[in-house]
Structure formats: C-alpha cells, structure tokens
C-alpha cells in the first residue's frame, strides 16, 4: 500500500499556487525596482546607463520631491485624523444601539462599494469651481454670497483639503467597522463596574475602552495610513496635482516622473524611498500603539 503525501509537504503543495503568483507578481516587480532605480533608463534610446547611487542623491535633493512628500505627510494625516474621529464616533454610537443599529450599519457601508475613481469623479462635480453642487447649495443656504465665492479645487491653500474629502467619505465606514468589531470584545462587566464606580463617558473611554482597544487601532491606524500615503486616482481624477503642484503628491510625482519625463531610473529610486520610508512608518507604528508584550 503506498503511503500519503507527509502533512508538511502537502501543506507546502498548498501553498505553492499563493507562492508563484507572490514571486511573479510582486517579488519580480520588487527586485526590478530595484535594479532600476541604479541605472539612467532612456526608453526611447533604448539604452541603460549604470549611475550607482545618483538617482537617490538627485530624489532626495530635489525640491519637488520634499514638497510632495510632505504634502504626502499632511494628505495622510488629515485623512487618517477624520476617519479614525468620525469611525470612533460612530462605532460608539452603534455600540449604544445595539441591535436596533443593524439597518443604520448596512446604510453606513455603502461608500465602501463604489469604486475611488467614480468617488473622485463624483467629487469633482460637487466640488468644482463656479457650477459645482456644493457651492449652489451653500449659496441658496445663505452662506456663500456666490458659488465662486469659494474654489474648492482651484484654491492652492485648501486644494489638498478638499481632494481629501472623498478619501474620507469612502473610508470613515471601514474604520468604524474595525472599531466596532473590536468594541464587541470589550467585556461588557467592566464596563458595568467602572459605570457603578461613579467613571463618565470620557473617562471609560480614556481609561478603559481606548487601551483595550490598542491592537485594532494599530492595525487600523496602519493599514489606513499607509493607504492614504499611497493615494492616487482619487487625487489625479479631481486635480492631476494642481493647482500649482498643490495636490501633488508623491505618487503622482513618481507617476509624473516616469510617464511625463520619461525617467524610470529617478522614478524607481523615487520609488524605493518611498517604500523603504513606509515599511519603517509602519513598524513605529505598532511597536508605540499596539506595543506587543507589554502591559
């Protein structure tokens, strides 16, 4: 009688499908990243020149690559800053209701569904200058004198902003529904004991439900920011990066550099930097919110 494949082996047949389309899709990619980002690539030449560190020393010197990464920085952090007030907000909120918040939960979700590029789209028309919904509204309300009182998307001081608004319309539902998954495992007596011990609102939520919720907003704060970090069609649909190099950040500068400028070199550097810099955002991240093993 023949014997059974060993557990290990059929585990590792498994997991060799997953395996292949990791090294075909993203390791290759990576490594090709890499290489690039070494070499001055002329495309239409056709011809690879080996520069060495150069394309790094020219990113990381250069002014339009600061400015986009900290408006990277602030896209991210205005982004990340509302989702995870307004998910909080409402996942506690849900949490009251209980039961009786299953219909308003399912409606909540909705913006989850429909696609960056439609949402940016959407935005655009809401938004834009002169004719746009929000403006018409805000006018007939009283509030503006005119609908081009206010260029949502023309303005360089607020454009960054206003292209943030349909980032956070899609995604403030996918932070409250990580928030309110992990307020179910809040133990509902200690709850209960803090309540009878005289503790408000504010401070259970400071001192009790906050701290035990560090995990899931680590993972939720993470996944998020580095979502937002690495924004790009809702921004290139509403924009493409203006006003003024306003809204342009570093994905549309990377986009930019290696279509309109045609360096895959600089772009791949560019690139790589990026990576490298939201690999260690994202460590910091969990060892000072999560702060595994400790108490």
């Known amino acids: 009688m023949r014997r059974g494949i060993p557990d290990r082996t059929f585990a590792l047949l498994l997991m060799l499908p997953a395996a292949l389309f990791l090294a075909a899709f993203v390791l290759w990619p990576l490594i090709t990243l890499v290489v690039n980002s070494f070499y001055n690539i002329a495309p239409l030449a056709g011809t ?50 209980g039961d009786r918040s299953r219909v308003l939960r399912t409606f909540f979700l909705y913006p989850l569904m429909i696609a960056p590029v439609v949402a940016g789209i959407l935005w655009r028309y809401l938004l834009i200058d002169n004719f746009g919904i929000v403006n018409h509204l805000l006018t007939k309300a009283g509030i503006l004198s005119s609908p081009s009182e206010i260029s ?39 709850i209960e004991a803090a309540r009878i011990d005289g503790a408000g609102p504010v401070r259970m939520l400071a001192r009790i439900i906050l701290p035990l919720l560090r995990p899931v907003i680590a ?77």
Do not use: C
Request: overall charge neutral; charged content about 10%.
């Open 219 to 295: 993972v939720a704060l993470v996944v998020r920011g580095i979502d937002a970090l690495k924004a790009f069609d809702i921004i290139l649909i509403q924009t493409h990066g203006g006003p003024q190099d306003a809204t342009q950040v570093l994905s549309l500068l990377i986009y930019n550099t290696m279509t309109s400028f045609s360096e895959p070199g600089l772009a791949s550097a560019m690139s790589v930097i990026f990576l490298v810099v939201m690999l260690a955002v994202a460590f910091f991240a969990i060892r000072l919110i999560w702060r595994p093993g400790r108490r």
């Open 48 to 97: 690879r020149t080996f520069v060495g560190l150069d394309n790094y020393r020219a990113a990381l010197s250069s002014s339009a690559f600061t400015s986009a990464a900290l408006r990277t920085v602030v896209y991210a952090v205005i982004v990340v800053t509302m989702e995870f007030t307004l998910g909080l907000g409402t996942a506690l909120l849900f949490n009251a209701l």
């Open 152 to 190: 949502w998307l023309s303005d360089p001081h607020i454009a960054l902003f206003s292209v943030s608004l349909p980032d956070i319309w899609l995604t403030t539902s996918f932070m409250s529904l990580i928030l309110f998954a992990g307020l179910q495992t809040v133990p509902p007596d200690l």
